[in-house]
């Protein structure tokens, strides 16, 4: 398996991630996504609104701010119960989290360690000018709070029953002691997240289809099966509202990590809002002429993480003629860039117009990159770095003989002759998911 530096190298030269702030020295644990990695950005979100919202009949999507009134994070238990516990080196001056540790000693220097101090993990923040208790505000460590305070208003406009589900998208902040591994721990990332709310006692089955849904949906975009795992929680380890939790587990470099957790998080997100707002939260069934507070079900990913498990995973490297090729053989869908349209002879105005012209119309129904800065062979090597699907080339035969381009396929390295007027209907016909 390919290593997190080489991956991590890739990720800056072809600008997919790099670190923030960098002509200051950079700031902890803190990545800025280039030109190509806010594209595979975009599409994974894209793939994930896809299957989630758009597919499904029991799904809506919406989108809640980050700031929230700070009672939400007194009902949610987030104020209370959003620690970790801390410790400090005495002697080197290096900061642990407790569970990390195995002895009582400094893992670094064999110093002697602090008393373990619980740390707020949320990040504060003052609205309005005057830093005071009553302007307290925290950035969101989860989004999914902004559904739970939404769900009568959002099932009221969209009129579904439950079963049905809310879905969002965006950035959480999580003031983490302990970050790293690239982008895999952050203090600012995003989460895909989904709130599905059920009848109690319906819970655990949709809990596990919901576990089954979200594995597939990885396999679906491209991770082989046996680096995906599922690993259920330990009853000590559920964080305070979980009555059961299952991990989505990918086989990164350094060991087995999460990308995704799927939660039931039973009724007391919206009983406990419903309590401290003193606004009824509960929903009535019209067929059963039943009240109840519905029980969650949360399906919440990270973008970052399962970002970095796309990116491992697709990685290849091979030897072609004697030389190395690295592929990043991402599903189609995620491909940043979709077609790259290249002239023969850069200097051959018959051919860099055909070029233009050709790359102009692909644009305006995907990505397509004109490349015209080396030889068509360097050209191929550094589209298939970046995962580019489709090398489209436009050459003597195209304008002297038949109107016809060469497409040569990343996955096969196939090169085909087509009219290039057929080329971007094959093309959007191949894009097309299932
Ligand atoms: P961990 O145990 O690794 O700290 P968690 O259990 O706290 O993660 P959840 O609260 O379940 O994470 O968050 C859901 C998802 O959000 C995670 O699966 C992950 O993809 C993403 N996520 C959580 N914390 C971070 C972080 N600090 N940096 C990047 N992504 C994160």
């Known amino acids: 398996m390919v290593d997190l530096e080489t991956i991590a190298s890739l990720c800056k030269r072809r600008g997919f991630v790099f670190q923030?702030?960098?002509?200051?020295?950079?700031?902890?644990?803190?990545?800025?996504?280039?030109?190509?990695?806010?594209?595979?950005?975009r599409n994974i979100k894209e793939a994930w609104w896809r299957e989630v919202v758009h597919r499904r009949d029991d799904m809506v999507g919406q989108d809640s701010a980050i700031l929230m009134h700070p009672e939400v994070w007194v009902a949610s238990g987030h104020v209370a119960n959003f620690n970790d516990p801390l410790v400090d080196c005495k002697e080197c001056k290096k900061r642990f989290k407790a569970d990390d540790l195995s002895g009582d000693r400094c893992p670094e220097c064999g110093g002697e360690l602090t008393e373990v101090r619980q740390f707020n993990t949320m990040f504060k923040t003052y609205v309005g000018p005057v830093e005071e208790e009553a302007?307290?505000?925290?950035?969101?460590?989860?989004t999914a709070q902004g559904i739970?305070?939404?769900?009568?208003?959002?099932?009221?406009?969209?009129?579904?029953?439950?079963?049905?589900?809310?879905?969002q998208i965006g950035k959480s902040f999580r003031n983490e002691i302990t970050t790293g591994n690239f982008i895999f721990r952050t203090r600012e990332?995003?989460?895909?997240?989904?709130?599905?709310?059920?009848?109690?006692?319906?819970?655990?089955e949709w809990h596990e289809r919901w576990i089954y849904d979200?594995?597939?949906?990885?396999?679906?975009?491209?991770?082989?099966?046996e680096n995906l795992r599922l690993r259920a929680h330990d009853k000590n380890e559920l964080a305070h509202y979980?009555?059961?939790?299952?991990?989505?587990?990918?086989?990164?470099?350094?060991?087995?990590?999460e990308i995704e957790g799927i939660a039931n998080r039973t009724d007391y997100d919206l009983k406990a809002h419903q309590t401290q707002s003193g606004k009824d939260l509960s929903y009535f069934d019209d067929q059963t002429q039943e009240s109840y507070i519905p029980y969650v079900i949360e399906p919440s990913a990270g973008v970052e993480r399962p970002l970095l498990a796309f990116l491992i995973d697709a990685y290849t490297e091979e030897e072609v003629r004697g030389e190395k090729r690295v592929t990043l053989r991402l599903h189609?869908?995620?491909?940043?860039?979709?077609?790259a349209v290249m002239p023969l002879k850069r200097n051959e105005p018959r051919i860099v117009e055909t070029a233009h012209k050709l790359a102009d119309d692909l644009r305006k129904s995907f990505v397509c990159q004109y490349d015209d800065t080396g030889s068509i062979g360097k050209l191929y090597r550094r589209q298939d770095e970046v995962g580019t699907l489709w090398c489209i080339t436009v050459d003597f035969q195209t304008i002297e003989q038949d109107n016809t381009v060469t497409i040569r396929d990343r996955d096969t390295m196939e090169q085909i002759r087509v009219p290039i007027e057929g080329v971007k209907q094959m093309l959007l016909d191949q894009l097309a998911v299932d």
């Open 135 to 142: 302007a307290i505000a925290w950035l969101r460590p989860e």
């Open 242 to 257: 979980s009555k059961g939790t299952t991990d989505i587990e990918y086989n990164f470099p350094w060991g087995w990590g």
């Open 20 to 41: 923030n702030s960098e002509i200051y020295g950079g700031i902890g644990s803190t990545w800025d996504f280039g030109p190509l990695g806010v594209e595979l950005k």
């Open 214 to 225: 979200r594995l597939e949906w990885y396999k679906k975009y491209g991770i082989k099966p």
């Open 332 to 339: 189609k869908a995620l491909a940043p860039i979709k077609a």
């Open 189 to 204: 990332f995003e989460q895909m997240e989904i709130e599905f709310f059920v009848k109690p006692g319906t819970d655990e």
């Open 148 to 167: 739970f305070v939404n769900f009568r208003t959002v099932q009221m406009a969209s009129r579904k029953k439950v079963p049905f589900g809310i879905a």
